[in-house]
């Protein structure tokens, strides 16, 4: 059984940091995820990593969030700096076992096969 697992969400303020990880057990992941969905809008890709290790992120986030992996783990991390309160959302972890090299499609729902539950970030001002 495919699991991941989001856990590091919390309630902090504008300009603070929290650090999400995402726990995959029962997949060997290449390509992982974060997507992110606020209240009565779309799901949002945030960041993404290719097999390679390579990055892309969303253009609101770039240079305050950082994605990671650590592959004898299997677990995926997002450092996130400099909150702001228009990040307040449901956080997901997404992965997918297709190779893939790094490009816009890694923050595409449709790239992804397994999905974790989910785990709220709330910025407050």
């Known amino acids: 059984v495919v699991q991941l697992v989001e856990s590091g969400g919390g309630s902090v303020q504008s300009g603070g940091s929290l650090r999400l990880s995402c726990a995959a057990s029962?997949?060997?992941?290449?390509?992982m995820g974060w997507f992110r969905q606020a209240p009565g809008k779309e799901r949002e890709g945030v960041a993404g990593?290719?097999?390679?290790?390579?990055?892309v992120y969303t253009n609101s986030v770039k240079g305050r969030f950082t994605i990671s992996r650590d592959n004898a783990k299997n677990t995926l991390s997002l450092q996130m700096n400099n909150l702001k309160p228009e990040d307040t959302a449901m956080y997901y972890c997404?992965?997918?076992?297709?190779?893939?090299?790094?490009?816009?499609?890694?923050?595409?729902?449709?790239?992804?096969?397994?999905w974790g539950q989910g785990t709220q970030v709330t910025v407050s001002s």
């Open positions: 990593i290719a097999s390679d290790g390579s990055t």
């Open positions: 997404a992965a997918d076992q297709a190779v893939r090299a790094s490009g816009w499609w890694l923050l595409w729902a449709t790239t992804f096969t397994y």
């Open positions: 029962g997949l060997t992941a290449s390509t």
